[in-house]
């Protein structure tokens, strides 16, 4: 008997979590498996269960440490799947951005997994969570990985897409064809989409000045038009898969933020919250303020200093923050030395650390990385 | 007054098979579970859809005149297959258009009670209740978005009957494989009953592999 028929004639139901939280699972790609779905969402509520999946997790991260055959990125997979399926609603306390930047930072150098498209994924994914995905794409360009996939090709042209760039979008599947990327089909399929949309386009004419340049910071202007746009592409492009929520992690909001304008003249005058600000443009010397104000100390501003990057050597040291609830937390394992060889460190943080770490890692993906690997 | 009232509430052999085939997708103006699918599961692009109210929910009704039409004799078939009680099982696949694979499998599962199917009459299900039990698996079919993989490919469906050996193939139908998918992930939704029919549905589904295109 085949399973499926197996499995409507038994009396086995499906449990029903899925729909009745379905507002808080985030849909995946690859789809989920619903029982683990069903469980992690149990979880929610239910302590034991909540122990049980914190256990699952520790032996999965064990896992990756102690793994001795020649396919290092398998545990880290499943790691990654894993987390995945236990916290359905994603989200900055995951730790799922942080075990993907920790797993491709382990392999970036190895040759073994350049043209692995499982390894790529992880890119991939990595890069939908990161609020400007191009830095991730330069890298991956620099670093040959992954071109022998159309995966590749698609994923960086609809990025391109998103910021208008739409000679680059096009320049880079004609790339992907002419390179033969596998599969092909899907690769022209994709194409022929893309030429479809970009005829729809209302600006079809102009065309962006600063094509090569890095990623140009923006102040809430471009990146408002750029979201909109990458909603209207991905909602077109995969279907019902409804990602809108999903944007809403993926690209924080930015807002401009006008007060700095006082602190160039040494003022601590308050940010002008008058009401006829917007009405008068002001006389000639106040719209000409930027190109006649003398330059002066930034006296009452401080920028955070940026941790110094960690330096990763030849062999894997990644360093994994784990998650842990208060009512889970335990006195950390006392490690015998002499059976560490490998240099991966567990280290128990609360959901705040996580949450941290996570925006950092979403504005600035590569910031982790030895600064001999970033591209020029 | 009173016979009407009971009339439309004892569901006979040919009512509950009206029923059940609308519950498949019938005749030219209405949408069940086939355009639910294929509008769900982006099969067809939105845009190939117009809305329409039946049973108090909104349904997407193909423009495609070539799917439509499709739809529609398969339907009228499986509706005469059901009244004869024959109809075990319907199908829909859902496969990937550049490779043939099987991606997602519908089924409904069909329990014709032969006692009552004998004598023609059954006990009591109003039709309120029954469509209850129809939007409730729309509804599923929708939600289904949570859990099934993204189809971000082109595809293209075939509808499979599962008969009685008894059963000749028709002129436009063909013998085929069950058309399976290797070690599926399923997931059972909710089952909905005439009292003369009950049809389970189950969704199977490939599991996407880190390392598949």
């Not at chain 1, 894993?82 to 951005?97: K, M, T």
């Not at chain 1, 030429?195 to 340049?213: F, Q």
């Not at chain 1, 008058?274 to 002001?282: E, V």
Request: include cysteine; charge should be negative.
């Amino acid at each position: 008997m085949d399973p499926e028929t197996e499995f409507l004639s038994s009396k086995r139901q499906t449990g029903n979590e899925w729909e009745l939280f379905k507002e808080n699972v985030r849909p995946l790609k690859r789809g989920r498996n619903v029982d683990l779905l069903n469980h992690a969402l149990k979880a929610r509520t239910n302590d034991q269960l909540k122990k049980s999946l914190l256990e699952n997790r520790r032996r999965l991260i064990e896992a990756i440490d102690e793994y001795q055959g020649d396919d290092p990125l398998q545990p880290w997979l499943d790691c990654i799947k894993w987390v995945q399926e236990a916290f359905p609603p994603g989200g900055d306390f995951s730790g799922l951005v942080l075990i993907y930047e920790q797993c491709v930072r382990a392999f970036w150098h190895s040759d073994h997994y350049k043209d692995d498209l499982r390894y790529l994924k992880v890119w991939l994914e990595y890069a939908e969570h990161c609020s400007d995905a191009e830095v991730i794409y330069y890298f991956l360009d620099a670093n040959d990985i992954g071109k022998t996939h159309s995966a590749y090709y698609i994923a960086y042209a609809l990025h391109m897409e998103s910021k208008s760039k739409m000679k680059a979008a096009n320049d880079l599947l004609n790339l992907g064809i002419s390179s033969n990327a596998q599969p092909i089909e899907k690769l022209r399929d994709a194409y022929k989409k893309f030429l479809a949309r970009s005829m729809r386009r209302p600006n079809a004419t102009e065309e962006e000045l600063k094509e090569d340049d890095l990623p140009v910071r923006s102040f809430g202007t471009v990146l408002a038009r750029g979201e909109s746009q990458r909603q209207a592409i991905k909602t077109f492009e995969l279907g019902r898969n409804k990602l809108k929520q999903d944007q809403v992690h993926r690209t924080p909001l930015s807002i401009y933020n006008d007060t700095n304008m006082d602190v160039t003249r040494g003022h601590h005058s308050k940010p002008n919250t008058g009401s006829n600000s917007w009405h008068t443009l002001g006389g000639r010397a106040e719209r000409n303020k930027e190109n006649n104000a003398m330059p002066a100390k930034w006296t009452s501003h401080k920028i955070p200093q940026r941790p110094v990057p960690r330096i990763v050597g030849a062999v894997a040291s990644a360093q994994i923050e784990v998650f842990v609830d208060e009512e889970c937390e335990e006195k950390p394992k006392v490690h015998d030395e002499k059976d560490r060889t490998s240099s991966l460190q567990l280290r128990e943080l609360d959901g705040r650390n996580i949450k941290k770490e996570t925006e950092l890692l979403r504005e600035n993906p590569l910031r982790n990385f030895p600064s001999n690997s970033l591209p020029r | 007054m009173a016979s009407r009232t009971v009339a439309k509430d004892i569901i006979t052999l040919r009512g509950s098979a009206a029923i059940v085939s609308e519950f498949f997708g019938y005749a030219a103006n209405s949408v069940m579970f086939f355009y639910s699918i294929l509008y769900n599961r982006g099969v067809y692009p939105e845009e190939s859809f117009a809305k329409v109210k039946k049973y108090g929910l909104p349904m997407l009704l193909t423009q495609d005149e070539g799917v439509k039409s499709f739809i529609t004799n398969l339907t009228a078939q499986l509706s005469e297959w059901l009244e004869a009680g024959k109809l075990q099982r319907v199908v829909m696949v859902i496969m990937s258009k550049a490779t043939n694979e099987v991606l997602e499998r519908w089924n409904f599962s069909i329990e014709t009670d032969s006692h009552v199917f004998e004598k023609g009459v059954s006990r009591e299900k109003s039709d309120r209740e029954i469509m209850r039990e129809i939007q409730a698996i729309m509804r599923q079919i929708a939600s289904s978005i949570t859990y099934l993989p993204c189809l971000d490919e082109p595809c293209v469906f075939d509808v499979l009957a599962y008969t009685d050996t008894d059963v000749a193939v028709p002129f436009t139908w063909i013998e085929s494989d069950p058309k399976l998918i290797a070690n599926p992930q399923m997931v059972k939704l909710h089952s909905f009953d005439t009292k003369i029919h009950k049809v389970d549905t189950l969704v199977s589904y490939k599991n996407d592999e880190w390392d598949e295109q």
